[in-house]
């Protein structure tokens, strides 16, 4: 058995525990991601205009993060621990892609890190939410902690993406 597949049967045993784990696990893994919304409006609406910017660049970063994300997916079609894994189970219904990179965990820290840029405040609230996400992915079966980790990367690359893909756009307007 892998190093991979043993962190993540660790972290499920955790939550595994008792009902009330298992229900702490499908809260982090399937909604916890929807807590973005509610910032992404709070700040476009009362925000000041740097906060009000990162938001629309927090957005672009999130549709890059799942363009990325679901093409590697795709391509590299990496079995879930639930499947692969006899002391894994799937705590939430299974999802229809491959497991690398985790998709959620792009998106989060995509928005994450356009806010980050610009708030300290809200990005530290942003990677708490980003950090549940991701243990909760590893604690429903669905991801392992490479998979976490890939997800990541594809999420910082995506803000990266759309911050220089931004200022190019700018730099040529002023010409």
Not at 95 to 114: D, E, G, K, M, N
Not at 119 to 124: K, L, N, T
Not at 141 to 155: A, E, K, R, T
Request: charged share 15%; aromatic share 12%; hydrophobic share 60%.
């Amino acid at each position: 058995m892998t190093f991979d597949a043993e962190i993540a049967i660790f972290i499920q045993r955790f939550f595994l525990t008792s009902t009330l784990g298992i229900g702490f696990a499908v809260l982090l893994s399937r909604y916890l991601i929807f807590i973005f919304i509610p910032v992404l409006v709070w700040l476009s609406v009362y925000g000041d205009n740097q906060e009000k910017h990162a938001v629309k660049e927090a957005a672009w970063s999130m549709g890059v993060a799942i363009l990325i994300a679901e093409i590697f997916s795709l391509l590299l079609l990496r079995i879930r621990p639930f499947l692969s894994v006899a002391e894994i189970v799937s705590l939430i219904p299974p999802p229809l892609t491959s497991a690398f990179p985790s998709t959620h965990v792009s998106i989060a820290i995509a928005a994450t890190a356009a806010l980050f840029s610009v708030s300290r405040r809200w990005g530290y609230f942003c990677a708490i939410i980003a950090l549940g996400i991701a243990i909760g992915r590893v604690a429903a079966g669905v991801h392992y902690p490479s998979d976490i980790i890939g997800g990541m990367l594809v999420g910082v690359f995506a803000f990266a993406a759309v911050r220089l893909g931004h200022k190019a756009l700018r730099l040529k307007t002023k010409d």
